[in-house]
């Protein structure tokens, strides 16, 4: 099975910054796509941003200039560096990776999630 853990949640102040991991493990041949999905309370799970193997990214318009993607392939990890950050980007956020396992299975994971919460 492939595992997804995130870390680097918190609470910060409106226009502050906080930096997400998200470290995938187990039996990986490839991860062919990272991203990071974000979900508040009665609002559909959203889109932040993508990045693949590559390293081509993109990003939710709202997010734009504001927030960061980047992984580390050898680690097998996605980061999202936010700056600037708004009362609006105040949502659990999910990493998410899609790829092949060692037995030539395509996956799809997901992490636990990590609440992000930003206060006026």
């Known amino acids: 099975q492939v595992q997804l853990v995130e870390s680097g949640g918190g609470l910060v102040q409106a226009g502050g910054s906080l930096r997400l991991s998200c470290a995938a493990s187990g039996s990986i041949i490839s991860i062919n796509i990272m991203d990071w999905y974000r979900q508040a309370p009665g609002k559909q799970r959203e889109l932040v941003a993508i990045?693949?193997?590559?390293?081509?990214?993109n990003y939710a318009d709202s997010v734009k200039g504001r927030f960061t993607i980047s992984r580390d392939n050898a680690k097998n990890t996605v980061y999202l560096q936010m700056n600037s950050l708004k009362p609006e980007d105040t949502a659990v956020y999910y990493c998410h990776a899609r790829g092949v396992t060692m037995r030539h299975m395509d996956f799809t994971s997901w992490g636990q999630g990590t609440q992000v919460t930003v206060s006026s």
């Open positions: 990045v693949t193997s590559g390293g081509t990214t």
